[in-house]
């Protein structure tokens, strides 16, 4: 029997609700080779029961609460595809998902990891916002990233002897994980290629980390890009990851900025003031963001008060 051209590594933690959906858009995809990897994380709800009825459809893995990092790196680890694609519990894969993947990287075979665009709904099936053509990687994938952001994480289909090259997810962050693995990805090298008209389809919830993490999703983004910047060293092409930089410090002091003012109950234009400040006291590194912060805040309420 020929191996699984693709295995979809899907991490769950006490996803019932949901899972389901997920592993049904996995399951579905009869037009390719598909093998699916189920990773349990310690689930304490009906998760467990849910699986059981995967039978010989699926690998399932179970092992206690570790996080995303770790999961992923279980579900890898018992890969048989040549080719890797991450699944979030909640989101689903569109009909022909994994077979467009496929035959975009049989036309690219240079490409270490072909990417696409996201729809993200809600459970009702009604848009939220949307990516609709993939992000413009390809030229300087690293330098690009840096500005540019992360693709949600199961838009991309990665051929699994490219992860090999740049090792596991880091299991020492619980946000950001996927941002850091691929910055690495980019920076040994892989070579990243767009595939237009396809969509993963992304569902939000109100328990779905972007929503729980707050702020510290900023925070953690800023630290792993200036961890990874500082491993690559400086190049002519760093003035445009310069740019990234820049804007992910000036989210990171808005959103501690916020975070700020909620614990400490204040609101309004000098409350932002004050919070903000605090944050650039606080962390020296991202003084001069706040100044700028500061400023663009000034020029707003002098525009509006005219």
Do not use: K
């Not at 009869?30 to 349990?40: F, I, K, M, P």
């Not at 018992?78 to 699944?87: E, I, P, S, V």
């Not at 996927?178 to 990243?192: H, I, K, M, N, T």
């Not at 989210?251 to 900025?257: G, I, L, N, Y």
């Amino acid at each position: 029997m020929q191996p699984p051209r693709v295995t979809v590594v899907l991490p769950v933690y006490n996803g019932a609700p949901f899972v389901a959906d997920a592993i049904d858009s996995v399951i579905g995809q009869h037009d390719a080779s598909v093998e699916l990897v189920v990773v349990d994380d310690g689930s304490t709800d009906d998760t467990p029961r849910l699986l059981e009825r995967l039978a010989d459809r699926a690998v399932v893995v179970r092992q206690p609460n570790r996080g995303l990092a770790a999961a992923r790196n279980a579900g890898i680890a018992r890969a048989r595809g040549d080719y890797l694609l991450f699944l979030d519990a909640d989101d689903l894969h569109p009909p022909g998902f994994a077979a467009r993947f496929l035959a975009a990287a049989a036309a690219a075979p240079e490409a270490d990891v072909l990417h696409c665009g996201w729809r993200a709904i809600d459970f009702a099936g009604r848009p939220l916002y949307a990516q609709e053509l993939p992000l413009a990687l390809d030229a300087d994938p690293f330098h690009e990233l840096a500005v540019l952001g992360s693709p949600h994480i199961g838009a991309l289909l990665l051929r699994r002897s490219a992860g090999a090259r740049v090792g596991p997810f880091d299991t020492g962050l619980d946000l950001q994980e996927d941002w850091d693995y691929w910055l690495r990805l980019a920076a040994a090298g892989a070579r990243f290629r767009a595939v237009p008209d396809l969509h993963l389809v992304v569902r939000r919830h109100p328990a779905s980390m972007a929503a729980v993490a707050g702020g510290r999703l900023a925070r953690v983004g800023l630290a792993v890009l200036e961890r990874q910047l500082e491993r690559h060293g400086r190049c002519p092409r760093c003035a445009r990851a310069d740019l990234g930089l820049a804007q992910w410090r000036r989210v990171a002091v808005r959103s501690s900025a916020l975070d700020l003012a909620r614990r400490l109950g204040l609101s309004g234009g000098a409350g932002r003031w004050i919070t903000t400040m605090l944050v650039a006291f606080r962390r020296p590194r991202l003084a001069r963001a706040a100044v700028v912060e500061l400023a663009a805040g000034w020029r707003r309420r002098r525009t509006a008060s005219h």
